[in-house]
Every structure is written in C-alpha cells, then in structure tokens.
C-alpha cells in the first residue's frame, strides 16, 4: 500500500479526499472518520488515482489545484475508473467557469474553500437531489464587471498573490490593479 494513503473505518460508506493541504486534509479525513465514512486521503492526483484504481471510493471530494494535476483532471479519470462515484470539487480558487466546467465534467456539485464536512455532505445531498439532465435553464452570463473581477483574481492567484507580477501579466499598472482589488466583487 502506497504510504501516501491512510485508511480508516471499515464497513462503511467510502471517501477519497484528494487535498494537498495537510491540516486541511487530516481535518476533513478525522470529521469524516466521525461521521462514520470508510475514509482515504490523498495528497496528489497521483496517490488518488492509485488509490481509486485499488479500490474505487463511493464518493470523493477533490481540491482543484493539486500540485501534480489539475482536480478536473482527477474528476474525468475517477469517473472513468467508476461512473457512479460522487465526486464534490473543492477549491479556494472559485469562479464561474470552473464550477460549470467541473459541472459539465461530471461533478455532483462545486464547492468553495473555507468549507468544513457539513458544507460537503451537504453538497453531496443536493447534488442527489437535483436531476443530473434537467430542463435547460437559461443561463445569464457575468457582467463585464463581474467577468473582469473574476478573471484578475485568477491571475493573481496564479502568481501567488504577487501585485506587480500580476499587473505585469495582465497589462495594467501596479496601482490600477491595487484599485481594482480593493473594490468588492460586482454582484453580477
């Protein structure tokens, strides 16, 4: 067994958490654990797939930066090893493209960091609760504003919180882009 997984709990419901974070990973794999769930954790997409291929997990939560491979990527082949593994995407790095994205990719539901083990069941409960092929709904695209506040918190993100390397990316000065940022996020 790679020494990369933990296991816990037998005879129970079970959950890959995927998450490089370590304090986060060993919190949410213990409330898990208490909850009563047959939990694995896995620190990359690598030793997540190695583990869903030994034994495909019943429901997984995957962050969506992982220092190996993207979390949709880990999504598409949990899936393809088992189609009817739950997977919740996890991520501190939210937008609206990624959520439909990961979505589209066959994710039960997407949700934002902070959140603890209810925020997750709870996402799994209402991802069983909506029906996968519903009616179309009319989707109402971002302002430009939104989009705009969006797409700078991604770059910024990306350069791990660097202003000046951000500006430089993006095409703005320094000081116009610290505006921006200290602006709230335009509701739509």
Known sequence: MNDEIRETVEDAPSILIVEDDDALR???????ADRGFHTRAAPSGAAA?????????????????????????????LLAIDAT?????????????????????????????????????????????EPRLAAP????????????????NRVLADCGGNISRTARQLGLHRRTLQRKLNTYPPSK
């Open 137 to 152: 709904r009319v989707y109402e695209a971002p302002s430009l504003a939104r989009a705009e506040w969006e797409h700078i």
């Open 49 to 77: 797939m190695a583990a869903a291929e030994a034994d495909s997990p019943e429901l997984a939560v995957v962050d969506l930066r992982l220092p190996d491979v993207d979390g949709l990527e880990v999504l598409e082949r």
């Open 85 to 129: 593994t739950r997977v919740v995407i996890l991520t501190g790095y939210g937008s609206i493209a990624t959520a439909i994205e990961a979505i589209r990719l066959g994710a039960t539901y997407y949700v934002p960091k902070p959140a603890g083990v209810d925020d997750i069941l709870a996402a799994f409960e209402r991802g069983e609760s």
């Open 26 to 32: 060993t919190r949410l794999e213990r409330a898990f």
